[in-house]
Every structure is written in structure tokens, then in C-alpha cells.
């Protein structure tokens, strides 16, 4: 027979039990992502499908701290340099 005192559950109890749940369910929506952008990755691949072939290419960005010394940083998509880029420096 069960007796109310051996049924009572503390509410941290609870609060963990809710934490614990949490956190199952965002470790299973990282690992279906990963999983996700892997199976698109190979899919995309398969059927040639380029994914930046619609996206804006930034230019250069040219940070100069001293006249005498420039640092050009490159995003991963920026293209080559025209010659209308080589005539402005």
C-alpha cells in the first residue's frame, strides 16, 4: 500500500527531471542537424547544385592602420581581382 509521504516528489526533483528532458532534446536536434546539413552536403554534391551561385560576392576590404602598410582581408566567396581593382591601388 502506498502511503502519501512515500509519494511526496520535491519540486527540485521536477526541476531537474524538466532540465534533464531539455537537454535531451537539444542534443537530439544538434545531432538531426549535423546529420541534415551532411545528407544535403551529399545530395547537393550528386546533383552539381552550386549553393552560391545566387549570392552577392563582396568586395575586398582593405584596413589601413599605418599609410605604410596594408592588410587586405578576403571573404571566402570574393572573387579574383579585376584589372579595374589593380588600377585603384
Do not use: C, F, H
Not at 1 to 19: G, H, R
Not at 80 to 85: G, Q, S, V
Request: charge should be negative; avoid cysteine; glycine fraction near 4%.
Amino acid at each position: 500500500m502506498i502511503t502519501p509521504q512515500s509519494a511526496y516528489l520535491d519540486p527540485s526533483v521536477m526541476t531537474y527531471a524538466i532540465q534533464a528532458i531539455a537537454g535531451v532534446i537539444v542534443a537530439v536536434g544538434a545531432v538531426v542537424i549535423v546529420y541534415w546539413r551532411k545528407a544535403k552536403k551529399k545530395v547537393t554534391d550528386k546533383l552539381g547544385i552550386e549553393e552560391n551561385k545566387k549570392k552577392e560576392v563582396e568586395e575586398e576590404i582593405k584596413i589601413i592602420d599605418n599609410p605604410e602598410e596594408t592588410v587586405e582581408i578576403k571573404s571566402e566567396t570574393a572573387s579574383e581581382p579585376t584589372e579595374a581593382d589593380s588600377k585603384n591601388d
